[in-house]
């Protein structure tokens, strides 16, 4: 039904930035909302940030100030602008679609940040 593609993880400097993308495609489905989550080594999957159909935003206290989530909504596609990057930044990002009362996980995509 609905399949999401994500972009743009790597290996990213301290101070430094990544900008991930998360592409949705498929037929019959009308996105309410799309997020952005983070899974790191020993730690649960958590919330990095969130935006609305109307471009509502919430964000993780953690990467306040330094992230940025966005939608195209004629492109079925959200990004999250990465600034000034921490190693506790490391982890495996999730993107995520919300249809109505289903959701949608991408397939994952590591961000690695080190020296």
């Known amino acids: 039904q609905v399949q999401l593609v994500e972009s743009g993880g790597g290996l990213g400097q301290p101070g430094g930035s990544l900008r991930l993308s998360c592409a949705a495609s498929?037929?019959?489905?009308?996105?309410?909302?799309m997020g952005w989550y983070r899974q790191a080594p020993g730690k649960e999957r958590e919330l990095v940030a969130a935006?609305?159909?109307?471009?509502?935003?919430n964000y993780a206290d953690s990467v306040k100030g330094r992230f940025t989530i966005s939608r195209d909504n004629a492109k079925n596609t959200v990004h999250l602008q990465m600034n000034s990057l921490k190693a506790e930044d490391t982890a495996v990002y999730y993107c995520?679609?919300?249809?109505?009362?289903?959701?949608?996980w991408g397939q994952g995509t590591q961000v690695t940040v080190s020296s």
């Open positions: 498929g037929s019959a489905f009308s996105i309410s909302g």
């Open positions: 995520r679609i919300n249809t109505g009362l289903y959701y949608y």
């Open positions: 935006i609305s159909s109307g471009g509502n935003t």
